[in-house]
């Protein structure tokens, strides 16, 4: 039996450009233009992190966002400023391989791929990927939102957002272990997720990938409307999808035996403080800067940080989150403190480690309330609250900041007033169950606080 069945093919998909920022092609917002910049793997060094606080500063209104793929985007582009920007942002080497690659370059992997030396690395098939994602022309029609998971099994991995495809190897400490892979979910984790559907040796991973692509483009062609890989399980399931890459591999990927494998459960707030790289050979120091969200002078203080203390590099999270990689064990410390002092948070208890959300009626013209406002203002009322869940403001019910549901996201219903949800398995909102309707922010910390702490029934 097909194991994604009930899925419903649109109607009508929107055009899959318009809404979907990029470096050239920048979407239009209540406070200016969105230019996304795709950073590889999340990766930026301190010349490109000032550079982009400048431009931030010089062509929008210098709000700079860390977005859920570990992304940066500026907000506030004036028309009259967008070529110079990209110019800019050309110069310090974040644009694609290619003039059409910008869209594509989608994959995702860990923040501390490859430095566990004990373990898989999967940053070689990944930066494969991407170049091929980049250079080959019919994979550049693919949607800009079409993104591919290539998990390594770390201990530090965001494995709640849906992807189109995923890998993930069924033993990471094995170097000769086989990927199991599946479309439009999430590695299996739980006891009730959706199983892998099959898996390939590490030597044919790249090949798996690239057959799914063209058999995706391929029906695409017939199904012009659709664009993501969940849209085609809809209408073909994914027993034919599987026999298609059986054909054309020439080999078998189905596994039987991996009915009940599931991915080992990253560690919980792993991208917050003081964390081994992987070997122990130096430590990765994770803070999160208000609701995702930099100033120009934030960057540059930052980029002062990482050369300082993590040879010049900076890392983006896909919590929104910043790391400083490779500090050493004496000055970890120290990082850790001048992350604090810049108004970043690192210890998780705070609820303003954790919290996201969409920019609200300030930027976003189908918003309900001031998200942004009302979010810090609620961590606030939080602060002496312990073990408080991670906390999604939402300005209406599209999710922008959060493609999965998050243990307490509260929806806009009115300037000031919220829906709250706890996330729930079965739903019956794709947010979970309804624990209040249409209260304020003093009521929603009010009922978020009493039910948080080790007992209560909101702890995670
Ligand atoms: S979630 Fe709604 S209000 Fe928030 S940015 Fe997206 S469309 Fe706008």
Not at 164 to 171: G, H, R
Request: with cysteine; aromatic share 4%.
């Amino acid at each position: 039996m097909d194991q994604l069945s009930g899925l419903a093919l649109p109607p009508t998909v929107e055009d899959r450009r318009s809404a979907c920022p990029g470096l050239f092609r920048m979407a239009k917002a209540l406070d200016g233009s969105i230019c996304r910049v795709k950073l590889t793997f999340g990766d930026l060094n301190t010349d490109q992190a000032r550079s982009v606080a400048d431009a931030a500063r010089r062509f929008g209104n210098g709000i700079i966002e860390i977005t859920n793929r570990a992304n940066l985007q500026i907000r506030g582009v004036r028309p009259e400023t967008e070529s110079s920007l990209i110019d800019a942002l050309l110069m310090v080497g974040l644009g694609p391989l290619t003039d059409r690659g910008d869209d594509v370059r989608n994959v995702m992997i860990s923040p501390i791929a490859g430095l566990n030396k004990s373990k898989i690395d999967v940053r070689p098939l990944s930066l494969r990927l991407l170049a091929a994602l980049q250079t080959n022309a019919t994979y550049q029609t693919l949607s800009p939102k079409f993104c591919v998971l290539v998990d390594g099994g770390e201990s530090l991995a965001m494995v709640e957002h849906p992807h189109d495809l995923w890998l993930s190897p069924i033993n990471p400490d094995d170097p000769s272990t086989r990927y199991a892979f599946g479309v439009a979910g999430v590695p299996p984790t739980k006891i009730d997720d959706q199983p892998a559907l099959g898996s390939v040796d590490a030597e044919k991973a790249f090949d798996l990938i690239t057959t799914l692509l063209d058999l995706f483009i391929d029906w695409n062609r017939h199904h012009p409307t659709a664009s993501r890989l969940r849209h085609m399980i809809a209408d073909i399931g994914t027993d034919s999808l599987v026999r298609r890459v059986e054909q054309r591999l020439d080999h078998r990927v189905r596994s039987e035996d991996l009915a009940d494998w599931r991915r080992t459960l990253p560690q919980r707030n792993g991208h917050l403080g003081i964390q081994p790289d992987g070997d122990g050979s130096s430590w990765l120091v994770g803070a999160m800067p208000p609701l995702g969200r930099l100033n120009p002078d934030m960057l540059r203080s930052l980029a002062d940080l990482a050369d300082r203390h993590s040879n010049g590099k900076l890392r983006m999270t896909p919590w929104q989150s910043i790391f400083l990689p490779e500090v050493s064990t004496e000055t970890a410390k120290r990082a850790r403190a001048d992350l604090e002092s810049l108004g970043l948070t690192v210890d998780p208890q705070q609820p303003l480690a954790t919290m996201i959300s969409c920019s609200g009626s300030a930027g976003c013209g189908s918003a309900l309330a001031a998200t942004r406002e009302d979010g810090l203002k609620l961590a606030a009322l939080l602060r002496e609250k312990t073990l408080v869940p991670q906390i999604h403001m939402s300005g209406c019910s599209k999710s922008c900041a959060s493609p999965s549901a998050k243990p307490i996201t509260l929806v806009a219903t009115d300037p000031g007033h919220y829906d709250i949800f706890l996330r729930a398995t079965n739903g019956p909102s794709r947010f979970g169950k309804l624990l209040a309707a249409n209260v304020t922010i003093e009521e929603a910390a009010a009922l978020i606080g009493e039910n948080s702490g080790s007992g209560g029934p909101l702890h995670a």
